[in-house]
């Protein structure tokens, strides 16, 4: 069996909700959900539709790599939206299901896993990286924000937003003011 599996911890949505559990909030304060990132409004009514016509189609699971039609669909609009050239759909775009599952195999496929290294990871940070940097070799490092500190956001193409519309970089920059 792998040793790294001895090195995973439980997941960390997990463990607030254990933390969290008998406590009551105060009811005059609105509640902020800062957990797992679950969609809080209704799908539209198009999408469940087309989902409801296309259900013998989705009675099995996916191709780990995604439908090629659909690579070439995020490679072609990521190409066009970014001016990239030579974007190789079939081994450089990935389809996931979330941003936890694509960090976890982007750390497990870049890190070189026979020499020791150092990962780093911002504070505050997003939940997947309090992961083992995925290697007895590697270590993890946080860095703490500063006050003047800038953070970027990205965004992938349709990624769901409040109110319904699709992110894009420009409204995320728009959106995400530097830290002060």
């Given at each position: 069996?792998?040793?790294?599996l001895?090195?995973?911890?439980?997941?960390?949505?997990?463990?607030?909700?254990?933390?969290?559990?008998?406590?009551?909030?105060?009811?005059?304060?609105?509640?902020?959900?800062?957990?797992?990132?679950?969609?809080?409004?209704?799908?539209?009514?198009?999408?469940?539709?087309?989902?409801q016509?296309?259900?013998?189609e989705?009675?099995?699971y996916?191709?780990?790599?995604?439908?090629?039609?659909l690579?070439?669909?995020?490679?072609?609009?990521a190409?066009?939206?970014?001016?990239?050239t030579g974007?190789?759909?079939?081994?450089?775009?990935?389809?996931?299901?979330?941003?936890?599952?694509?960090i976890?195999?982007?750390?497990?496929?870049?890190?070189?896993?026979?020499?020791?290294?150092?990962?780093?990871v911002?504070?505050?940070f997003?939940?997947i990286?309090?992961?083992?940097?995925?290697?007895?070799?590697?270590?993890?490092?946080?860095s703490t924000?500063?006050?003047?500190?800038?953070?970027?956001?990205?965004?992938?193409?349709?990624?769901?937003?409040?109110?319904?519309?699709?992110?894009?970089?420009?409204?995320?920059?728009?959106?995400?003011?530097?830290?002060?």
């Amino acid at each position: 069996m792998n040793p790294d599996l001895d090195a995973l911890k439980p997941y960390p949505f997990e463990r607030l909700a254990a933390l969290k559990a008998g406590v009551t909030p105060p009811a005059e304060l609105k509640h902020v959900p800062l957990t797992i990132g679950e969609p809080q409004h209704a799908p539209f009514a198009a999408a469940l539709a087309t989902l409801q016509a296309h259900l013998p189609e989705m009675a099995r699971y996916p191709a780990t790599a995604g439908m090629p039609e659909l690579r070439n669909a995020i490679a072609g609009w990521a190409s066009r939206r970014f001016g990239l050239t030579g974007l190789d759909p079939e081994h450089q775009v990935l389809p996931v299901n979330g941003t936890r599952e694509a960090i976890f195999a982007f750390v497990q496929a870049a890190l070189d896993r026979t020499r020791p290294a150092r990962v780093a990871v911002p504070n505050p940070f997003y939940q997947i990286y309090e992961a083992p940097p995925y290697s007895p070799a590697a270590s993890r490092s946080t860095s703490t924000a500063a006050p003047r500190t800038t953070f970027a956001r990205t965004s992938t193409p349709y990624q769901p937003i409040p109110g319904g519309r699709s992110s894009s970089s420009s409204s995320a920059r728009r959106a995400t003011p530097p830290a002060r």
